[in-house]
């Protein structure tokens, strides 16, 4: 079996940092298959790693191990953990808030603090910087390739004891539902919600219909409109707004061919909720 390894942190490419991770990983075992979520996570934003992480693992195979380095409080008492997911996968990251989207959806399983002493890069005790390399590229490398199994990663953690990012319940008042506008379909500037498609039986849309559409950051609004509900990006004009279905079953807004997030000054997170209702209710 190739054993599969997956890095993701916001360390872009203008540097060493990611090659270095990697080459750590390839001295422990140089058959590792090795790939990437993304390096452009931005700086500083676990919010964002979290809901990354979230979006893809599931359509990794079994036994691929994930690294994930957004790491603001490296050198500070925060916990480096493994955690083991459903599907017998695994998150090698601090536990910074990056697990919050794994755990709040059920896939959390357990998870370990990483005992340093035997899981950290020989030579590197004096170096407080750049766990990335010296902790979780090595650990994750070692996990993936056998060399250790799960249960020698240190100390089993109580789940409750997990960090997470408050992002609030999807409120669903008569026929309005609030959610949250998590992330940005990066290139193209699509806001990306985690209203699901079940959640949108309370207002029941078909495809052709007009959604009442209200965008707030910290309660201030930055979007107010009525856009069609439709299957797909032709089903409106180039320029024109439109609200979807995504790949990940949940509600998004956006423009045909131009970036609905730069033309409103709209970014994602748990601050920036999205109310929507059925244009025909009203």
Known sequence: MIR????????GLGDGAVSAMKGIAYCVDGNLLISDV?????????WEASYRL????????????????VD???????KSVVARLKGDRYVVTPDNGTLTHLFLSGRVLEMREIDESLNRLQGSGESHTFH???VYAYTGARLASG???????????ELSSLVQIDKGKIQIKGSTITGTVEILDVRFGHLWTDITDSDLEAIKPVYGDKLNVV?????RELYRGSVPFCKSFYDVNTGDELAYI???MNLAVGIHQESFAKLYGITAGPDCKLRVSSAQAG
């Open 215 to 219: 965008i707030l950051h910290l309660e």
């Open 147 to 157: 060399v250790i199994g799960y249960e020698k990663i240190g100390e089993r953690l």
């Open 54 to 69: 979230s979006q893809v693992v599931d359509f990794w195979p079994e036994g691929t191990v994930f690294v994930s380095v």
């Open 38 to 46: 993304t390096h452009d996570i931005s700086p500083f934003n676990i």
């Open 246 to 248: 995504n790949s990940m």
């Open 132 to 134: 990335g390399r010296d």
């Open 4 to 11: 599969k390894l997956v890095f993701q942190s916001d360390f």
């Open 72 to 78: 603001p409080g490296v050198g500070s008492d925060r």
